[in-house]
């Protein structure tokens, strides 16, 4: 299935706002939880990884740790169910000095299906499953040849990715009229 333009534009948007912030230590918090899983069960480990986050040594980052989790926690409860495709969301201090507190909370239904349920505690958000939604999925092989020439390359998405070039070493026609010459010496003799 491929995305409709709306589509990529608002995945497009959504990535980029997020791949601007990044955390001082390992606090922003990723979620992503398939179609049809078990919203309870996203919020009870959430719930649980709030506990263990008590024993992180800095207080800065298990105060923004507990602060992302309670937020995220929060937000998850507003959800009767998954979503139809999943629901990948996001949550993290993105105040700009240390000390300060902003903590923020993104989520998005992805236009397509998600297929694996990750948690992370990391310095940025991870988007790698999102990014790989806009990649082309439609994949064409190209053959292009000519004379002497030949070129070999994948056509993906809007892009041409070469992947050989070859050239023939065999000559082609000197002239017009070239086995003409070649009778007329023959005949000479």
Known sequence: MSLTEKQRYDLKKFIKELDQHRGRHTEFVSVLIPAGYDMNKVIGHLSQEQGTATNIKSASTRKNVIDALERMIQHLRLFKQTPQNGLAAYSGNIASAEGQSDVRVWSIEPPLSLNMRIYRCDKDFKLDVLR????????????VLDRRDANIAILKGKTIIPLLKTHSEVPGKMRAGGQKALQRSITRR
Do not use: D, P
């Open 132 to 143: 790989e939604m806009l990649e082309a999925k439609e994949v064409y092989g190209l053959i």
